[in-house]
């Protein structure tokens, strides 16, 4: 490899989903160095996987939550404190179907729900600050069509 191909930025690509039911915001309560922390169903992106069939699998992987994307929400860019680069690519959906004995990814303690107002008071709990970013987009409206975000072969 060559110092040019050594420099270049290679993020974390991830992606997120927003699924709202009865006023509440699915969550999900995870182990990350030994804190209990609160994040969206999330994850990174899979070799051969789309963005949008991340989230499903994710979504489904960590909460025992099967659901259908309704639109996309946005794109974030996030550096964490130790230096790591984030691209997130945060979807809403809408809940279709729950199976309780799935068994959760490690570290997921377990799936909630939370109205956005118990979400925003707990801002030492959020996993990083694209959490609640995220949301705050979701309840402005910030809904753009799924066909924003394109696979192209």
Known sequence: MNEVQDLRWAPHVTVATVVAR????????????????????AGHLEPGESLAAAAVRETLEESGWT?????FI??????????????????????VSHDPDRPLDTGILRALWLDPAELQATPSR?????????????????RHPLSLVREVA
């Open 126 to 142: 959020l996993r990083s600050p694209l959490v609640w970013e995220v949301v705050a987009d979701f309840l402005a409206g910030h």
């Open 22 to 41: 009865d006023g509440r915001l699915l969550l999900v309560e995870e182990a990350i160095d030994g804190r209990a922390v609160l994040n969206q169903p």
């Open 67 to 71: 659901v259908r994307l309704t639109a």
């Open 74 to 95: 946005g794109t974030y860019q996030w550096t964490a404190p130790d230096g790591t680069p984030f691209l997130r690519f945060a979807y809403a959906a809408e809940p």
